[in-house]
């Protein structure tokens, strides 16, 4: 099965922006024995401007282009080095791939990811792609990494896309503000009523909330793939899902529609 795995800023750091090392060095364990497994990974991986936070010791999230691209600059780097040091312990090599709008609306450009990505699984290396958060501006920005992994997803044929999040699925309501929330298991098309679900964003280090999560359904359900939504603390679950388990919430993908 080829699984596209989106983690979150909230997922991978702390609330000061530093990186959460017991988070990170589970996660990659579970997608290193995936792999052994037969299956194919490709990462989706947010935390660049959040490490950066950390690491320059900015007081949150910075509010000015320049500091948001020049935090990128320093956590793409954190962030992947962290990465190529652990996947190394489990025999697994990574590559690195920095996406902006224009190379997905760029039909040329998209179909040179796609050759690229393609050729990596081919090659069982391990692609963990970001939003290049460095030259991205709001013009040309794919905005919020729930869309990116989306369009990976899509791009990548994917069987299934699983977002790795700070809540356990889509809920009736707020689970943090309503103790009567119900976790809602199946969800066979993003409706109007759906939609209404979604409240707010997630962490101050974070962009997007369950809104982005639900739009990313919206477009990779049209492309026949499968997305659930998890709770990403525990990435052990993401061996009950390749099992083919009831874990949080999912959607489901149109067949027909994938060609």
Do not use: W
Not at 80 to 85: A, F, K, Q
Request: hydrophobic share 40%; proline share 4%; charged share 25%.
């Amino acid at each position: 099965m080829r699984i596209v795995v989106k983690v979150g800023t909230s997922t991978l750091a702390h609330s000061t922006g530093r990186l959460n090392i017991r988070h990170v060095e589970r996660l990659v364990k579970v997608l290193s024995d995936l792999k052994n497994a037969g299956h194919e990974i490709v990462l989706v991986s947010s935390g660049a401007i959040g490490m950066g936070v950390g690491k320059l010791l900015l007081p949150g999230r910075p509010a000015d282009m320049p500091t948001k691209q020049a935090a990128a600059a320093v956590g793409q780097c954190e962030l992947m080095y962290t990465y190529d040091r652990l996947f190394t312990d489990y025999n697994r090599t990574v590559a690195q791939i920095l996406l902006t709008g224009e190379d997905i609306e760029n039909p040329e450009r998209r179909q040179n990811f796609e050759n690229t990505l393609y050729r990596l699984l081919e090659l069982k290396a391990l692609p963990i792609v970001n939003e290049n958060d460095t030259v991205s501006t709001a013009e040309v920005a794919v905005g919020d990494n729930d869309t990116l992994a989306a369009i990976v997803a899509c791009c990548a044929r994917a069987d299934l896309l699983v977002l790795l999040s700070d809540i356990e699925g889509l809920y009736t309501a707020d689970p943090r503000k309503d103790p009567q929330a119900r976790l809602i298991p199946l969800v066979e098309e993003v409706t109007p009523e759906i939609e209404a679900l979604a409240d707010g964003k997630g962490s101050s280090l974070a962009v997007g909330g369950m809104a982005t999560k639900l739009r990313a359904a919206k477009m990779v359900t049209a492309c026949g793939t499968d997305m659930i939504i998890t709770q990403g603390a525990e990435p052990e679950r993401l061996y009950e899902i390749a099992e083919g388990r009831p874990v949080g919430t999912r959607f489901a993908g149109r067949r027909a529609d994938r060609n």
